[in-house]
């Protein structure tokens, strides 16, 4: 425990050691995942789940930078900052944390937890101005937001207090999905009953959220031809770059301030160890998301030749698992651009160096920040010009008012109600 502002929070590794041990897990590796399918009868009826408030699931936590200098080497980027990958490691094991203290059932025995809790997708994470100091205290909370039938939405924040004042680093909306002990099935959890008006309307939109979410998968690019609008940026960025007298294969002009789509791209192949699993022996997202969000930055800096400043990451999808041991393939990729902001995606891909196959595990959408103008990336081919479509409109859902402010706003509010009960 450690204690700020007259007040005690547990650290992440406190929180983690009390997880680990509700959930009876064992914390040796072993090559063989351990039978946990024993564990399906104690999974509660919905009867047996009562009803939850949000303030049930409110959990804090401490990353403590001011008195672990093990730690501290840990955070700190090459600037003295701290860095933005690591805190997405806690913030996805702390969002777990938070869906596990939601989930209650008088039924279910002590030390026998029936549920595995994943991270099915991070709705957004959006960036403030503040820049956090690698030696101060830096405080997790959070709470369940929206409940579907075996699904989490949870909101998170990140603050420092500096000089007596708490300042907001981030925001994120985790969706943190109930399955059975072994992973293979969905799990029934508590429904969440609104105490206020803040929650009534948290809880109406995360119903927009996750429709909302569904709605952008059954439109996505892969799947609807784009709208008559986006088919004539594309026509327009042809025009700009085609030589349309003689129309020769691959003959093109170069415009001042634009640069082609496939020269805006990296790569990288990483390996997972054990130190990077979940109680599932497959690979922690966070580590996934650290890994992406690294490389994305890194990207960044050699297109805009400026150190990023990040805005935001929206959309991540987990497709699926990835087993420990797997090697984990990473593709970064400046999709759009606009004034000083650039949009970058990566796909991550397992390998089967035996079988000679890759699949697809993950995406993440970034949205960066230059302190200069950009050059506009343009396509060259048509997967590429979807690519394009794809990236201006997750830019434009990131800076639209009523997916940013409009529900931060609300979110942050509640939050506060929350503190003054403490």
């Keep these: 425990m450690r204690s700020l502002a007259d007040r005690s929070y547990p650290t992440i590794n406190d929180l983690k050691l009390e997880h680990i041990k509700k959930l009876g897990a064992n914390t040796t590796y072993k090559l063989l995942t ?19 408030s949000m303030q049930d699931s409110f959990l804090e936590g401490l990353i403590p930078l001011s008195t672990d200098q093990q730690l501290q080497e840990k ?25 596990c203290k939601h989930i209650y059932a008088p039924s279910i025995p002590d030390g026998l937890y029936p549920y595995a809790l994943v991270t099915a997708a991070v709705d ?37 207090q500096l000089h007596g004042n708490w300042h907001k680093i981030t925001r994120a909306l985790f969706v943190i999905a109930g399955r059975d002990a072994t992973n293979k099935k969905a799990a029934l959890v508590n429904q969440v009953k609104p105490l206020n008006q803040y929650e009534r309307e948290m809880l109406e939109g995360g119903v927009a959220r996750n429709n909302r979410r569904k709605k952008n998968l059954r439109e996505h690019v892969s799947k609807v031809v784009p709208t008559a609008e986006e088919q004539q940026i594309i026509h327009d960025l042809y025009v700009a770059t085609a030589e349309i007298d003689d129309l020769m294969i691959n003959q093109a002009k170069f415009p001042s301030g634009l640069i082609a789509m496939d020269k ?10 054990p130190e990077n699993r979940n109680i599932l022996n497959t690979v922690f ?3 996934i998301m650290r890994n992406a969000s690294e490389l994305a930055w890194i990207l960044g800096y050699q297109f805009s030749k ?5 805005r935001s990451i929206s959309d991540i999808s987990f497709n699926a698992p990835i087993a420990v041991n797997s090697l984990i393939q990473m593709e970064a990729h400046v999709v759009y651009t606009h004034l000083q902001y650039y949009q970058i995606i990566v796909f991550v891909k397992v390998l089967d160096p035996i079988k000679g196959q890759t699949s697809k595990s993950n995406t993440f959408h970034f949205t960066f920040e230059s302190p200069d103008l950009v050059k506009q990336v343009y396509p060259k081919s048509y997967h590429e010009a979807m ?35 403490l």
């Design 34 to 52: 351990e039978d946990r399918s024993y564990l399906a009868k104690y999974l509660p009826k919905l009867e047996e789940l009562p009803l939850r």
């Design 75 to 99: 955070y700190i980027t090459f600037l003295g900052h701290v860095r933005i990958g690591r805190l997405l490691e806690d913030m996805d094991l702390f969002a777990v944390f938070v869906a």
């Design 124 to 160: 957004q994470i959006d960036f403030t101005d503040f820049v956090p100091k690698p030696n101060e205290d830096i405080k997790l909370s959070g709470h369940v937001s929206w409940v579907g039938r075996s699904s989490m939405e949870v909101v998170v924040w990140l603050e420092q």
């Design 264 to 273: 805006c791209t990296i790569s990288n192949v990483i390996f997972s160890h």
């Design 285 to 287: 997202g966070g580590f």
């Design 306 to 310: 400026y150190r990023p400043l990040s």
């Design 387 to 421: 690519l394009y479509i794809d990236g201006k409109r997750h830019f434009n859902l990131v800076m639209s008012g009523d997916h940013g402010s409009k529900v931060g706003d609300l979110i942050d509010k509640h939050m506060a109600n929350l503190l003054s009960k």
